[in-house]
Structure formats: structure tokens, C-alpha cells
């Protein structure tokens, strides 16, 4: 999963990143490697607005960027789990009750934040609520 990012060149010498899939996040930084640093480092942050608030968490588009940038496949796995969830109706008490975890341990599934779940965590939960994940390998500049 690549979100799409806009870099855009300003008057004053900086660089405004800019992401079409998530219209709140923005930052401006003093170049351009520094834009993209901030995004790579603080997108499943800005996802994790959207995990807090309870609502679905954006899919990438095919809305035309200047660059991609890509979260790592536990990322992912969180994002699709969360989303499964709330279209399915499933709270995180729901799925702790289910695998008879904690609420805490429930959290860390879906938290974007950290990296406190393994994917056979996920995978596991992702399955006792019906769904299933499949990998395939992609290239990004491939259409």
C-alpha cells in the first residue's frame, strides 16, 4: 500500500508535502528529502486520527502525486483489520471478548502507532471475524 504525496516547490525556498488521500495532512519543511522524511515518519500517525475518531481509515486512490510513499505490510494489515471491522460493525470489545484478550491487547491490533502486534496477531483476529488476508507482490510505478 503506497499513499500518494504532492510536493510543492514555495516562494520562500520550502517544500509543502501534501497527501490527496488524507486531505489534513500537510507539512512544510526546509527541503524536499525533508518533506518526504516527515511523511514517511508521520503518516500512520495522521491514519491514526481517523482510528481514534472511529471511522474508516482512507485506502490509497489513483489520484495523480509527484511520489509514493509506502507503509510497511503491519501497517497495512492494521489498516484493512480496522476497516473490516468498522464495516462489519465489530468494536475492539467485541474482538477481545472474541479472542479472549484484553482490551489493551485488542488495541495494540489496530493501534498505527506502534508495533506492540504481531502480524499472526492480526492475521489471527482478522480471521476470527471472518475475513482473511491475501499477499501479492506489486510494483508501484506499474499500472
Not at 120 to 133: L, Q, S, T
Request: aromatic share 8%; with cysteine; glycine share 4%.
Amino acid at each position: 500500500m503506497h499513499y500518494r504525496v504532492n510536493l510543492r516547490d514555495l516562494p520562500n525556498g520550502s517544500v509543502e508535502a501534501t497527501c490527496p488521500d488524507i486531505p489534513a495532512f500537510f507539512t512544510v519543511q526546509p527541503s524536499r528529502p525533508e518533506a518526504l522524511d516527515f511523511v514517511r515518519e508521520n503518516l500512520a500517525s495522521a491514519l491514526q486520527t481517523y482510528r481514534k475518531k472511529h471511522e474508516p481509515i482512507p485506502v490509497t486512490s489513483d489520484r495523480s502525486a509527484t511520489c509514493l510513499v509506502y507503509l510497511p505490510v503491519r501497517v497495512q494489515a492494521k489498516i484493512i483489520l480496522w476497516n473490516y471491522m468498522l464495516k462489519n460493525r465489530w468494536r475492539l470489545s467485541d474482538l477481545a471478548r472474541l479472542l479472549g484478550v484484553t482490551q489493551t491487547q485488542a488495541q495494540r491490533l489496530v493501534d498505527l502507532d506502534r508495533d506492540l502486534a504481531s502480524m499472526e496477531a492480526i492475521e489471527d483476529a482478522f480471521r476470527a471475524i471472518g475475513g482473511a488476508f491475501s499477499l501479492s507482490e506489486k510494483n508501484p510505478g506499474a499500472r
